[in-house]
């Protein structure tokens, strides 16, 4: 049996309808930008592996840094104990964070650098004996899986047969072009009700929810808002950190700096999962007490792991190298002249970009969405032609490593170019 009919007896697979999808691609081998399957074949990753990846596949920086940290410390407990790669990757994240970071809280990824940001804020409320536990979202919002984060994300299709045990929260439309002082509104109203514990939002770019880009001058005015009313802000930065929309945090467009962020994604280069919530000296006060009771009961039995903060350190490393920014600005220019040549093409709707993240949506008679059958079409197209996309509904967008080469970008954007004209007709 090959290694996608094994898989098939065993795994269930995320985000995948196991009874009507075809079998999964066997990938031995990565470098770079570019993936391997059993047969040889060579995929140019266009999405950085859901997201993740920065530097490229394998990289043997990366890859000797880890090997060095499995050699000498694997994980240690982390409640009582500490060790080096912990302590020197919140001391270079806290330079690289804005000025008003503090403190750093290790988790796994990026649905558990959520709750832990949700519950910091929550908790901070009920550790002064006030009782504030509504929060407000924004439209298209997504900050994942596990319960806290599914509670403060947009109640869509992907959590439907959880809604009534999700916690209540305030959603208010997303400040998006031409929607600015409508959405300011619904803010400000929300945020004059007196149980607000915090705000939470994915900067400048909402993810999942379709990749959709906005301005930072709305959302400056919105944490202004909340500074003057005493309410925290959360920014989740688990998919815009680390480079992806230009600037090393799309925190870094703000005036108005967040009181807490999550990381995760691009936080090891792509490499371990690892999720981080830093948060303001304010917040981490809010907890000390001579009371146990006020403590942050919260922690994972890898927290901390030293494999993966070796891993993100390392990651850290190749970006002190002005090469790892001159990629981001190539790809962003790049991507800029694609997106002009494709603008009045009759499929293409609301073309986008913010950093190394491109997007359009595609035009379609069905109804858009995750479900879209368009999204099927598109993704075919794309994989059986050796492009690794993976379209949200009829929403087409790329997300590359760093390291993409000109000619690697060349070929993705010749087979966009040519699945336009290629659509069948509805
Ligand atoms: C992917 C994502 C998450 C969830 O991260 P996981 O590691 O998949 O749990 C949370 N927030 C945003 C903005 C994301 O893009």
């Not at 690289?96 to 809280?105: A, C, E, G, M, T």
């Not at 792509?270 to 942050?296: H, N, P, Q, V, Y």
Request: glycine content about 8%; charged content about 25%; aromatic content about 10%.
């Amino acid at each position: 049996m090959n290694l996608a009919d094994r898989d098939r007896q065993v795994i269930w697979h995320p985000y995948t309808q196991m009874q009507t999808s075809g079998l999964p691609v066997p990938i031995v081998r990565g470098e770079g930008a570019r993936l391997y399957d059993e047969a040889g074949n060579e995929y140019i990753d266009a999405i950085s592996s859901w997201w993740v990846n920065i530097h490229g596949h394998a990289h043997p920086y990366i890859a000797e840094k880890v090997a060095d940290q499995l050699r000498k410390l694997e994980h240690v407990i982390f409640a009582g104990f500490t060790h080096e790669p912990a302590v020197e990757l919140a001391e270079r994240l806290l330079k690289v964070l804005p000025p008003n970071q503090s403190k750093i809280f290790y988790s796994d990824n990026g649905s558990t650098a959520v709750e832990v940001a949700v519950k910091m804020a929550l908790q901070y409320w009920h550790n002064r004996g006030r009782k504030k536990q509504t929060i407000i979202v924004l439209s298209n919002s997504y900050h994942g899986d596990t319960f806290g984060a599914m509670s403060v994300s947009v109640r869509d299709l992907f959590t439907q047969p959880f809604w009534d045990l999700l916690f209540d929260v305030v959603a208010v439309d997303a400040p998006v072009k031409g929607r600015e002082e409508d959405s300011l509104k619904q803010f400000a109203k929300a945020a004059e009700r007196d149980d607000i514990a915090a705000f939470i939002f994915e900067p400048l770019l909402q993810g999942a929810g379709g990749m959709i880009v906005y301005d930072h001058e709305p959302l400056d005015r919105m944490i202004g808002l909340c500074r003057e009313r005493g309410i925290p802000t959360i920014a989740d930065e688990v998919l815009t950190g680390f480079g992806r929309t230009g600037k090393f945090f799309a925190s870094d467009f703000l005036r108005n700096k967040p009181d807490i962020i999550c990381m995760s994604k691009g936080l090891t280069g792509g490499t371990m999962a690892l999720g981080a919530t830093s948060c303001t000296e304010e917040i981490f006060e809010g907890f000390l007490s001579d009371d146990k009771r006020k403590s942050f009961f919260h922690g994972h039995s890898y927290t901390g792991n030293p494999v993966a903060c070796a891993a993100a350190l390392a990651s850290l490393d190749l970006f002190e190298k002005k090469e790892t920014w001159t990629d981001i600005e190539r790809i962003a220019g790049r991507h800029g002249e694609f997106l002009s040549g494709i603008t009045s093409h009759p499929r293409v709707e609301d073309p986008r970009q913010i950093g190394t993240v491109l997007a359009f949506n595609v035009t379609t008679r069905e109804e858009p969405g995750y479900l879209n059958k368009v999204r099927d079409w598109m993704n075919d197209y794309c994989v059986s032609r050796r492009i690794v996309i993976r379209p949200l509904g009829n929403v087409m967008y790329l997300i590359p490593p760093y390291c993409i080469t000109d000619d690697e970008l060349g070929r993705v954007y010749s087979t966009l170019s040519a699945m336009l004209d290629e659509f069948p007709a509805e």
